[in-house]
């Protein structure tokens, strides 16, 4: 969790770090690129959004209309916009000049802001095929690429597939410390919803001593509950209220993460928990 | 002859015109920022108003709350599951994003609808369908109030609907 939390905080950062090296174009005499490159550093100082930031692309796009980065950069403020018809034809041209780079960043985005399971399995998949190291992160640091595939099989219905890509993952990314804010958790979700409730509990109780969410007590209290643990069931339902009060829940900038709960199921559960005597 | 003259130089400069105009249509001219939406006095209420100028309407994002909804997301999801009837079609598949200003009131205004198949090429859903997500979108009262440094501000925010089938199956973000 320590490591988990660094690379949090570089990912904060990490529209800087995206930055390509134009010198290494120049280096390798590819000048087109090295100009197209130099004309888009001039974006420094201007939000995504802005018609500077978008103009001064536009020009590197001149000087070279294959330069994968600047069509990349365009496209951010689309897809946070919710405008998925550009979007999908900027990010489309930048996968088309550099697939490798940009796969995985397409496949994640898919899954994030447009809920297009099939399209980001299509597109880690591919990425997968293409290259011999790690896929690696999702944009945001907050998974493994194959952990978003995971979640994306789930979503179309292939839960044991689901399973297997996730148990494998997270099987890696225990052995190198490096085990995500959520993984137990979708994990664990899986598992209940498989009726694999002693292996729920398991990873549930894993997902506590990483990273405690309000949803990790409510899928648990609704594991207990399968158990006929009514005890505990409601001891997990407190908890999660108090968690979810506390802010301490799933969250995304831009949108509502898979296994999302909300108060409202909460309070639900609690009252029906209080109709059926557990007090 | 004269007449031909004068009908081929009307011709002529229609033609032209169309011309320049796809032409202006291509190399888009920006706006602010991207996804701005300009006051159109024909189709947007008239007592909509922005409070701070368009200058400083933010992003729902901005501050860095994520998608925030007044009563929750759990609150919208039930209102359009209550209020949808789906258009059973085979052929109505794809997303449709809403997107609108929220004032520092909390009351939503210039709504535009933006609209694609599930390859993300731009398309037209059956008007049924879009306009029954219009106008319940239209009649949530109250979305969330946001401050910046203690100041309620104006911002941007959208829905994404996913229609497969013409059925509702997901609300986004």
Redesign the interface.
């Known amino acids: 969790m320590k490591y988990f939390n660094l690379l949090m905080l570089l990912f904060a950062f990490s529209s800087s770090l995206a930055q390509p090296n134009c010198e290494a174009y120049k280096y390798y005499g590819d000048t087109l690129k090295y100009e197209a490159c130099k004309k888009a550093m001039e974006i420094k100082g201007h939000?995504?959004?802005?018609?500077e930031y978008?103009?001064v692309l536009d020009e590197s796009i001149e000087i070279d209309p294959t330069f994968d980065y600047a069509y990349w950069a365009k496209s951010i403020?689309?897809l946070?916009?919710?405008?998925?018809?550009t979007?999908?034809?900027l990010i489309d041209k930048a996968v088309e000049y550099n697939p490798k780079e940009h796969l995985g960043y397409r496949g994640w985005c898919r899954y994030q802001?447009?809920?297009?399971y099939k399209?980001a399995i299509k597109d880690i998949e591919k990425l997968d095929s293409l290259v011999d190291y790690d896929i690696g992160q999702t944009q945001n640091g907050t998974y493994h690429l194959n952990i978003a595939k995971g979640m994306c099989y789930k979503a179309i219905g292939e839960k044991e597939k689901a399973i297997a890509i996730l148990e494998k993952q997270i099987k890696l990314n225990e052995e190198e410390n490096f085990v995500g804010a959520y993984d137990y958790l979708h994990l664990g979700v899986l598992y209940l919803e498989t009726e694999k409730f002693e292996k729920a509990v398991e990873t549930f109780k894993k997902q506590s001593e990483n990273n405690e969410v309000a949803e990790n007590q409510y899928y648990l209290a609704m594991t207990y509950l399968k158990l006929d643990k009514p005890t505990e069931y409601k001891s997990c339902l407190d908890k999660a209220k108090e968690l979810y009060i506390g802010e301490r829940r799933m969250?995304?900038?831009?949108?509502?993460p898979m296994d999302k709960i909300?108060?409202?199921?909460i309070e639900n559960e609690l009252k029906t928990a209080y109709n059926n005597g557990y007090k | 002859m004269k007449k031909i003259i004068i009908l081929t130089t009307v011709i002529f400069s229609l033609l032209w015109s169309c011309q320049t105009e796809k032409k202006a249509d291509e190399k888009q001219e920006y706006l602010r920022w991207v996804g701005d939406i300009e006051k159109n006095e024909q189709i947007d209420e008239l007592e909509f108003k922005v409070c701070n100028g368009y200058d400083k309407i933010l992003q729902y994002f901005n501050l860095g709350k994520g998608p925030v909804y007044s009563g929750e997301k759990s609150k919208i999801l039930n209102t359009f599951k209550s209020k949808y009837q789906p258009i059973t079609d085979k052929n109505q598949n794809g997303l449709i994003r809403i997107r609108f200003i929220v004032n520092c009131e909390g009351k939503a205004g210039r709504f535009r609808v933006l609209q694609s198949d599930y390859s993300y090429q731009e398309k037209n859903f059956n008007k049924e369908i879009v306009s029954q997500l219009l106008n319940i979108t239209k009649e949530i009262e109250n979305w969330e109030v946001f401050k910046r440094n203690e100041v309620t501000v104006d911002y941007y925010m959208y829905l994404i609907f996913k229609i497969t089938d013409g059925q509702l199956t997901e609300i986004l973000p």
Do not use: I
Not at chain 1, 47 to 51: R, V
């Open positions: 939000y995504q959004f802005s018609k978008q103009t403020a689309y946070k916009s919710g405008d998925f018809v979007w999908k034809k802001f447009f809920r297009d399209g969250t995304d900038p831009y949108s509502n909300y108060l409202e199921n």
